[in-house]
């Protein structure tokens, strides 16, 4: 059986569009949607998550229906929703650094944890689910172990009639990254589990490279204007970031060594130069720039094949790239208002 290449575009008042990446040709509309970046997302093989703009709620659709299969209400508004790969769990970001847990069998709550100081920006799962990342506006980036978000007696009667009495657990983050200077936008997982890389991007300017097994800062990549969306091909010989003036960027990171020269001594100085050493600037050689978005790139996907590019832009539209020319071969327009968000499925 042959496997069908699905774009999905939303908005911020307006349906989920679903497109085949083949034809360019519109497939069908979920309707009742009002979501914005990074609050949709595929729940398993059968379904559809999105939260919704300044609302209390979570919306739900089957594939083979338009219509809004079931509404769950929630504590506050959701500003960053994810689900793990096998769609048994589903985590979203509250406006106020909240981070929550459900399964989706039942639809309970299963655990709520202060995670950022400010509202969640974006959630990432790792291939097998075990692992979540999160980022907020407060400059943060924090990995978590799923594990030990869903085990309820490892902190002993003491520490849960504590978390009871303010109404959240709490939960240590197995890595905490704080090197961005303003609020982190995007985050992309790559393959793996504890060997993974992590990329985030923020809006000063940089996307950083991480090792999830060591939390190491691998490379920092400065661009000319802020980062909203990044991504990395299946093979992560490429990254791809999206900036709010428009441009989309590509930076080769294969034949250069990710991680930086041990630096003599330890400590701040030996970061510090660790980190310096695997600083660089997009432009060099191998990088290049696709231009057509007016507006900023709310995101980015990379086609399965690895031979097309998508992009969703804040002035309306989603254009498809082919990769080995840098220039778009497709365009639509996204209903309504504007922030599309493009997910290859």
């Known amino acids: 059986m042959q496997q069908q290449a699905v774009l999905l575009a939303c908005s911020t008042e307006s349906n989920i569009t679903a497109w085949d990446l083949a034809t360019a040709t519109q497939l ?26 300044s609302k209390d709620a979570i919306h739900f659709w089957a594939w083979h229906k338009d219509q809004v299969l079931q509404r769950c209400f929630t504590q506050e508004p959701m500003t960053a929703l994810a689900a793990s790969p096998n769609g048994c769990y589903l985590v979203g970001g509250g406006s106020s650094g909240s981070l929550y847990c459900w399964e989706t ?35 943060l980036v924090a ?46 997982l790559g393959c793996g589990e504890g060997s993974a890389l992590l990329a985030t991007a923020s809006l000063d300017r940089c ?46 990171l294969a034949g250069q060594p990710l991680a930086a020269p041990a630096a003599a001594g330890s400590g701040a100085a030996a970061a510090a130069s660790d980190a310096a050493a695997a600083a660089g600037v997009v432009g060099g050689p191998g ?30 539209t989603a254009r498809i790239w082919d990769c080995a020319a840098g220039s778009a071969c ?15 499925c």
């Open 28 to 53: 069908t509309q979920f309707k009742g949607n009002a979501s914005g970046r990074g609050r949709v997302c595929r729940l398993g093989s059968d379904y559809l998550a999105a939260a919704q703009n």
């Open 105 to 139: 069998a039942t639809g309970r709550l299963l655990r709520s944890w202060p995670a950022h100081y400010k509202a969640v920006s974006c959630l990432a799962f790792s291939d097998s689910g075990g692992l979540l990342v999160s980022a907020g506006e407060d400059t």
């Open 143 to 188: 990995a978590w172990l799923l594990a030990e978000v869903l085990d309820e007696q490892r902190d002993g009667p003491a520490a849960a009639a504590a978390a009871a009495a303010v109404g959240m657990a709490r939960v240590e983050p197995l890595h905490t990254w704080s090197e961005h200077t303003l609020p982190v936008t995007c985050i992309h």
């Open 207 to 252: 996307v950083k490279l991480w090792s999830l097994a060591t939390g190491q800062l691998l490379r920092t990549i400065t661009l000319p204007a802020g980062v909203a969306s990044v991504t990395l091909d299946a093979g992560e010989h490429v990254l791809l970031a999206g900036c709010v003036d428009g441009s989309i960027w590509e930076a080769p």
């Open 287 to 316: 990088s290049c720039c696709y231009e057509g978005h007016s507006k900023a790139i709310s995101s980015l996907a990379i086609t399965p094949d690895g031979e097309q590019l998508v992009s969703g832009s804040e002035d309306g």
């Open 330 to 344: 497709a365009a639509s327009a996204a209903p309504a208002r504007p922030r599309s968000a493009p997910r290859c």
